[in-house]
Structures are given as C-alpha cells and as structure tokens.
C-alpha cells in the first residue's frame, strides 16, 4: 500500500499503525520508507535540539531520525516533499525544509543530508 493517514500522533498505512511521541504534521512514503514528520510546535521550549524527521520500514520498525542542517536549539523541519528525480522519473527524493532556512535532500537510507541550501 502507497498511501497513508494521519489521526493525531498515529500514522496508518493499510493494517500497520505507526504511535509517535508528539502530533504528526505529515506523512509518506518514499522508496518503501515511511516518512514522518512530527509538528515543530509540539516541544516548544525543551532545552534539546528537537529533531523531529523520522524513517520507518513498511512493517513499522524506526529506521532512521533525520539530522539537522544546523545545531542551533531552534533548527527544527517544518515541511517535507517528495521530489522527482530529473535523471529517473520514475524514482523520487525526500526534501525537507527547516526553520533557519535550509533546504535538504535527506538520504532515505540514513536520515543523512546529502545536500543542502541556504536560502535566507
């Protein structure tokens, strides 16, 4: 199955039920890995960096937590997208946006960035 739903601090895909610590903002699948994105808002004040970009396996085991383009306190992804690949069409690369402006490939295998932008 392709698609998923969210309800709260659940992600589902068909039968499989994913329960996440705080609300998730979004979901989806890349490359047979589900992606989800907790809501930056939920850990407002914590005194830790809150990475909040997660990667699971179609069966529901944590795969990865994404890292961050920067290590200040308040870097946090606000929003994510699969993008096609210009090179193959037919394959597609997770990009995730962060609050201190940096745009980035995340490494569906890892959660590593590959490349990213600054765009302020």
Excluded: H
Aim: contains cysteine.
């Amino acid at each position: 199955m392709t698609r998923v739903s969210l309800e709260g601090n659940t992600v589902s895909n068909g039968e499989l039920r994913i329960e996440c610590e705080y609300k998730v903002r979004q979901a989806l699948i890349v490359k047979n890995v589900i992606v989800v994105l907790l809501d930056p808002n939920e850990n407002l004040g914590k005194e830790e960096q809150f990475k909040n970009l997660f990667g699971y396996n179609l069966e529901g085991k944590q795969l990865w937590v994404a890292e961050l383009p920067t290590s200040k306190k308040a870097d946090v992804y606000y929003k994510i997208k699969k993008k096609r690949n210009t090179l193959s069409p037919w394959t597609f690369s997770l990009i995730a946006y962060s609050f201190c402006s940096y745009e980035c490939e995340i490494d569906i295998k890892t959660g590593k960035i590959i490349k990213s932008v600054f765009y302020k």
